[in-house]
């Protein structure tokens, strides 16, 4: 079967096919999470809190920031997981962690396909 792959993706219209597949494995999840999240987020009041608290300390975008972005995160996520912003809150982050590991499998697994069914280089 997976020899069958492996020749299904050397017809270039095939490889792109199977491009666009990968492409959208990698971002439609995402794009739907991030959706999913902020609005069901600004629904509790827990919620609310979480996103007002995150408002007050936005990410630096700088190098220099950078463990102090880590720090707030990660005290931010201690909060949430300790029910802080209600259980509500804590549920949907949980989802949220099982969701992002099920889309790092399938990522692994999709393009893991694609770097094993790819032709090795000639020389």
């Known amino acids: 079967m997976l020899e069958a792959f492996r020749r299904w993706l050397a017809d270039p219209v095939h490889m792109d096919i199977y491009l666009f597949f990968a492409l959208a ?6 794009i739907a999470l991030s959706w999913w999240y902020h609005g069901s987020t600004r629904r509790s ?3 609310r809190a979480l996103m007002r608290e995150q408002a007050d300390n936005p990410a630096v975008n700088s190098p220099i920031f950078l463990l102090r972005n880590l ?4 005290r931010m996520n201690r909060r949430v997981m300790s029910g ?3 259980g509500d809150t804590r549920r949907r982050q949980i989802r949220l962690y099982m969701f992002l590991a ?5 990522c692994v697994i999709v393009f893991g396909l694609l770097i094993w069914a790819s032709p090795a ?3």
């Open 25 to 30: 494995v990698m971002f439609a999840p995402l």
């Open 45 to 47: 009041p827990g919620g």
């Open 71 to 74: 720090a707030t995160a990660w």
């Open 84 to 86: 802080a912003y209600g």
């Open 102 to 106: 099920l889309w790092l499998a399938a």
């Open 121 to 123: 280089p000639a020389g």
